[in-house]
């Protein structure tokens, strides 16, 4: 995979084209899997993380669940690829940051990755636009037995597939869809929608998963159970969960607009002139903007502008992207400059591409 072509492209999680992707940006399912005649990868020595990077990457060429995959080999690529495969939630922050012999495959439409020698031998995640949790465990359960066809996980008939976090013992599977709620956190609502999920055993996390904030008010929801109920029953529970918050975030929109259209209005307006005409400006402040001119798209305040091309800012205005487009290093101030000159760039080829 040639990935400088990563900067002109955007992953099919960022089109939009999914159920309720006004909020729901994306749907992912995530499974723990080890190899079992091996130590987990934090015990293996170069020789053994070698071996099972060889074994696993040979099983990922031969397409398991029908899907093709580019493979990269994440140890030989330089810190600013890596940090940009993070960018777009390719890989973990553990798998960038660890050390040894370690890859990923990586599906043509970027929806599908397997970590090998992350924190466990094998993380294969499935992402899809909007709220589709169905969708994604179809594809991952498919790859997931295609591979198990080939290979012995380690797996115990008390406590399941066994992980390196004992947290991920039992099913291995973390369910998360990332929401975007600005309406919600303007009025400080959100407070209340964290103990509602936290009173049932889910957990909130920011945009690129645990240990990571909130930026531009989006907010992963996910099982932190793992163990002692099923694939299914977990995915059920997200399921479940999840229209509340939608309509939750749905209401408080329609009564910000009621209450006080124009100074809604107003703010989205700024935040999209903003944009349109900055200088310089931060990642911290362009994830704010653009949140607003997201909201302000769904609720009918900006009809110029298409949601996939906002959504495709947020990651593609991120510090590794911004230089793999620049083709070189840039300092925090340098990249505020090229990050402005980028927007303003891309939302001026919109207004000529509809003409």
Not at 59 to 83: A, C, H, M, W
Not at 117 to 133: P, T
Not at 287 to 302: A, E
Request: glycine fraction near 6%; charge should be negative.
């Amino acid at each position: 995979m040639d990935l400088e072509s990563l900067t002109r492209t955007s992953g099919e999680w960022l089109r939009a084209t999914g159920p309720e992707s006004d909020i729901v940006m994306s749907s992912r399912i995530r499974l723990a899997r080890n190899l079992a005649q091996y130590p987990f990868p934090a015990r293996a020595d170069d020789a053994t993380r070698a071996e099972i990077e060889e074994l696993l990457h040979g099983l990922i060429e031969q397409r398991p669940g029908g899907k093709r995959f580019n493979y990269i080999p994440v140890s030989t690529l330089e810190p600013l690829d890596r940090q940009m495969l993070v960018e777009r939630q390719l890989i973990s922050r553990e798998h960038s940051e660890t050390q040894g012999r370690r890859g990923v495959g990586i599906s043509d439409e970027e929806n599908v990755s397997l970590m090998v020698n992350e924190e466990d031998h094998l993380r294969m995640q499935v992402l899809h636009s909007g709220f589709a949790l169905d969708e994604c465990w179809a594809e991952i359960d498919r790859i997931d037995d295609a591979i198990e066809a080939e290979v012995t996980y380690a797996f115990s008939e008390r406590l399941g597939y066994l992980t390196a976090c004992p947290t991920n013992c039992g099913t291995g599977i973390r369910v998360s869809v990332l929401l975007h709620l600005p309406a919600l956190v303007a009025t400080k609502e959100i407070q209340k929608v964290f103990q509602a999920l936290q009173k049932i055993g889910l957990a909130v996390r920011g945009l690129y998963g645990e240990g990571s904030q909130a930026m531009g008010d989006f907010y992963q929801i996910s099982n932190q159970m793992t163990l002692g109920k099923s694939e299914v029953q977990l995915i059920k529970t997200i399921q479940d969960v999840v229209p509340n918050i939608l309509g939750y975030e749905r209401r408080v929109r329609t009564a910000l607009v009621k209450e006080n259209r124009q100074g809604l209005h107003d703010q989205v307006s700024r935040a999209y002139g903003i944009l349109q005409n900055a200088q310089t400006i931060s990642s911290e402040e362009t994830m704010h903007l653009l949140s607003s001119v997201r909201m302000g798209i769904n609720i009918g305040l900006i009809d110029d502008l298409q949601i996939p091309l906002v959504n495709e800012l947020f990651v593609h205005t991120q510090p590794a992207h911004l230089q793999k487009i620049r083709h070189a290093k840039l300092e925090s101030a340098e990249r505020n400059i090229a990050r402005a000159a980028y927007i303003r760039q891309r939302l001026a080829e919109r207004h000529v591409d509809r003409n």
